[in-house]
């Protein structure tokens, strides 16, 4: 199992509520968050404006992607409190929002145990574990 959490994502007064999935392998080091195209639909992103094209490593290669920088807020469901501007990488080969490393050490999200789904704040209480969302 791995370990997906509620989020909102807005840009102007368009926003989604999803799952993003918080991926230890995605280092960053500015606040990005990789998104699927139809979010971008949904956010009104694309067709691409306002953005610029870079290139980007990948685990088996690079690839080209759109990146739009400090365009959207980005915040958990449960702390609705909490926002941060994040930079959007539109992936045309995903098909789920990916948290980078930066994105989650900023909301404090600790990982527990990737193969339960297991994961806390930074704040939780010390016997406080939250369960992946399905």
């Known amino acids: 199992m791995v370990c997906r959490i509620r989020v909102r994502i807005c840009r102007e007064e368009n926003c989604i ?7 230890s392998g995605f280092e960053a080091d500015t606040p990005d968050i990789a998104i699927p195209v139809h979010i971008t639909e949904k956010l ?4 691409p404006k306002e953005s610029t094209s870079v290139i980007l490593g990948t685990a088996d290669d690079e690839a080209q992607v ?8 980005f ?3 449960l702390l609705e409190c909490k926002r ?9 080969h995903i098909d789920e929002v990916l948290i980078s490393d930066y994105v989650a050490s900023e909301f404090g999200i600790i ?8 994961w806390k704040l930074k704040d939780d209480l010390l016997d406080k574990v939250r ?3 399905r």
């Open 17 to 23: 509520d999803t799952l993003a999935l918080i991926n």
């Open 44 to 47: 009104n992103l694309w067709l």
């Open 66 to 73: 759109v990146y739009y920088e400090g365009c959207t807020y």
């Open 75 to 77: 915040e958990l469901i």
């Open 84 to 92: 941060i501007k994040v930079n959007i990488i539109v992936d045309p």
């Open 111 to 118: 990982l527990l145990d990737l193969r339960k789904g297991l």
């Open 131 to 133: 369960e992946s969302e």
